[in-house]
């Protein structure tokens, strides 16, 4: 389908590096995808940022590109033929810097209105008052919670952070009507906790970064929602309601009942839609499979490693990950995976904690019953509600 249907109007590189290219649907519904650079490198490499612009009753585009990249993507557009005052909004698909860094230099030059779920609207906004003690109160609540080093935020966020706090934001998804005729916003999180699916008719879907072909996209943790809890509306307090991976469980649990009743759409994702020289066609509801497969195990294989005797998260990720996954940052990101798998493993029961960074093994193996029923219509095993973060 995605071979037959794509057209390409300016190569990239081998990674797919300033790629654009069209969608021409038979029914006169026409996307057009344009892969803005990433620098992630490593194992960690995501590849470039898909940024997709859907021509439908109203024209809009889906997120921007990472910081830095706004310019290149309106020059990109420009290359497409995209006349920037036809477009009507820009949609962003959630919070990550790779996907709405380049937001204000498009809102700016487009004069669009900025789209996003009502979870971005807040915790894009700073709260100095409210801020806990130890995070920085330059920074929006949505990065309280940040693993990267503060080298690294000095000089990717900071800027960005301030100009995005500026933005006025229309919310949009939770049954918060349609954006436009035929086209919805369905709130996915669990990767971040404000993740938008885009669904065009029943033609397409785009994912951003909840399900991507070759890499699983990471969970966040269910204690990130402990300091934005007063921020939110309440009826995201609860930990796992938005973060962690019991919520992005049943998020692709969700997604994989969309892509049942709409079989034939084209699923669009941020990330790796070309890569290696290579088309990635994405089987939606055999990929949520496959994810949903990793998740079960690498939480039994953390559960194996602590059958052998209490571990910290660090020894976790060292006896879980290649080296070559956890040299610079990527020792950070390991760690956010183990935690994030403890903690549906704590929820499940079949572990507790040591201390503050050591869990061990309780002799349960409830995890995957607990995995199967998330997001189920008899309900979860262990409800929304429940903690899973010990510490
Ligand atoms: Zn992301
Ligand atoms: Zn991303």
Not at 46 to 63: C, E, H, I, K, R
Not at 169 to 179: C, N, P
Not at 330 to 356: Q, R, W
């Amino acid at each position: 389908m995605l071979q037959e249907v794509v057209r390409v109007i300016r190569e990239g590189d081998e990674r797919g590096n300033g790629m654009i290219v069209r969608f021409p649907f038979p029914s006169g519904l026409e996307i057009v995808g344009l892969a803005t650079k990433n620098f992630y490198g490593g194992d960690w490499d995501f590849g470039p940022s898909w940024n997709y612009l859907v021509y439908a009753d109203q024209t809009f585009l889906v997120d921007t590109g990472r910081v830095g990249m706004g310019a290149a993507l309106i020059e990109m557009l420009d290359i497409a033929g995209v006349s920037l005052a036809d477009i009507d909004s820009l949609i962003v698909s959630h919070g990550h810097e790779d996907h709405d860094g380049g937001l204000c230099e498009v809102a700016t030059a487009t004069g669009a209105k900025v789209r996003a779920h009502q979870i971005y609207e807040r915790l894009i906004r700073f709260f100095p008052d409210q801020a806990p003690a130890d995070v920085r109160k330059d920074f929006p609540a949505s990065c309280w919670h940040c693993f990267m080093p503060e080298s690294f935020s000095n000089e990717h966020c900071l800027a960005y952070h301030q100009a995005r706090n500026r933005l006025q934001v229309e919310t949009v998804g939770d049954g918060a009507g349609s954006l436009c005729e035929g086209v919805r916003a369905v709130h996915l999180p669990g990767h971040s906790p404000d993740a938008l699916a885009v669904l065009v008719g029943e033609e397409a879907i785009l994912l951003g970064d909840t399900v991507l072909p070759e890499i699983t996209p990471f969970p966040t943790r269910e204690a990130f929602s402990d300091p934005v809890r007063e921020i939110l509306p309440p009826a995201y307090s609860s930990p796992d309601s938005v973060y962690g991976l019991r919520a992005y469980i049943r998020s692709l649990k969700r997604l994989d009942e969309i892509a049942r009743q709409i079989p034939e759409a084209l699923a669009l994702p941020a990330h790796r839609l070309f890569y290696n020289r290579g088309w990635n066609e994405l089987d939606l509801r055999a990929r949520i499979d496959q994810i949903l497969d990793h998740h079960i195990q690498r939480s039994a294989h953390i559960l194996e490693i602590l059958k052998g005797g209490p571990r910290t998260v660090r020894e976790l990720a060292v006896e879980h990950f290649p080296a070559s996954a956890l040299e610079g940052v990527g020792i950070l990101m390991g760690e956010n995976e183990i935690i994030s798998h403890c903690e549906l493993l704590f929820a499940a029961g079949d572990v507790g904690p040591v201390d503050n960074e050591t869990y061990s093994a309780t002799g349960s193996t409830h995890f995957e019953s607990l995995i199967r029923s998330l997001g189920s219509e008899q309900g979860d095993m262990t409800g929304s509600g429940r903690a899973g973060h010990p510490f």
